[in-house]
């Protein structure tokens, strides 16, 4: 077998077996989530059909533009998760830092990948830049969403603590400097975790994908090995600018704190 088996309709129709036994559990249970599960399941599959015939036109069709347009609406879409995630709302001045610091992670890190460690030419290959992009955006996101809402949290429930530092004579960075390394550790935990129990307890979904797809496992395991590498760098620089220098938008110009509620427009 030098290929993937290719799923027929009723095969794939099987699979959502897996979707029945939550609902009928959920309902056995009492627990409201029917609909959520229903949902969930509705527009994943309407989402990745859609995504499988753009791709399809776009890998063989491949062209620069179309591949910047793809990743810039992954990106996009990601710092909107993120933003939409926080528990507390955010001033205009830090939702743009945000955006900003995951832009130079993120995109930082694609390029990078694609252009040093495996050196891809044509650069805009859409069956490589398109992937690789979506496994360090996807990852990416989940962590600076956990740093944004401890940042965010932290500033608000520590605001005693920061004010009496203040008090004390400390600057700025110094009374934040808890809540920035809290907000930067949170973020770097979840890809941390991914890496601790990588290749024992479980296999990663790309290293999967091309075993099916007929790859060597040593060459699969290069390339997941590459693409870790790369969603470690893409959180730690992200979450270091935003740690780093999200606070200061809770400051105004005589570097009094202002509400965590409502940070400096």
């Known amino acids: 077998m030098n290929g993937p088996i290719d799923l027929e309709w009723y095969r794939l129709a099987a699979a959502y077996l897996f979707v029945l036994l939550p609902l ?9 989530r ?9 527009r994943m599959t309407v989402q990745l059909i859609l995504v499988g015939y753009l791709l399809q036109y776009v890998f063989v069709n491949a062209h620069p533009l179309y591949t910047i347009v793809l990743v810039g609406i992954m990106v996009a879409f990601s710092i909107r998760t993120v933003l939409n995630r926080a528990k507390r709302k955010a001033g205009p001045r830090l939702r743009r830092w945000i955006a900003l610091s995951m832009m130079t992670g993120i995109l930082f890190s694609i390029a990078y990948f694609i252009l040093v460690i495996i050196g891809l030419k044509p650069w805009y290959e859409p069956r490589y830049v398109i992937p690789i992009a979506g496994m360090i955006v996807g990852n990416s996101m ?13 500033m608000e429930s520590r605001r005693a603590h920061i004010e009496a530092a203040l008090m004390l004579g400390a600057t700025p960075k110094q009374a934040c400097r808890d809540v920035a390394n809290q907000a ?5 935990l979840p890809t941390i975790h991914s890496m601790l129990g990588m290749g024992i307890v479980f296999l990663p979904g790309m290293m999967t994908g091309q075993i099916l797809g007929g790859a060597s496992p040593l060459v699969a395991i290069e390339y997941q090995i590459a693409v870790m590498l790369s969603m ?34």
């Open 24 to 32: 009928a559990i959920v309902k056995w249970k009492g627990i409201n």
């Open 34 to 42: 029917e609909r959520d599960i229903a949902v969930a399941a509705f």
């Open 142 to 154: 989940t962590g600076i969403a956990l740093g944004v809402n401890t940042l965010m949290e932290g």
């Open 184 to 188: 930067f550790d949170d973020a770097m």
């Open 232 to 265: 470690l760098g893409s959180v730690a620089l992200s979450a270091l600018m935003f740690a780093q220098f999200g606070y200061r938008f809770y400051f105004n110009s005589r570097q009094q704190l202002e509400s965590g509620e409502s940070p400096v427009q």
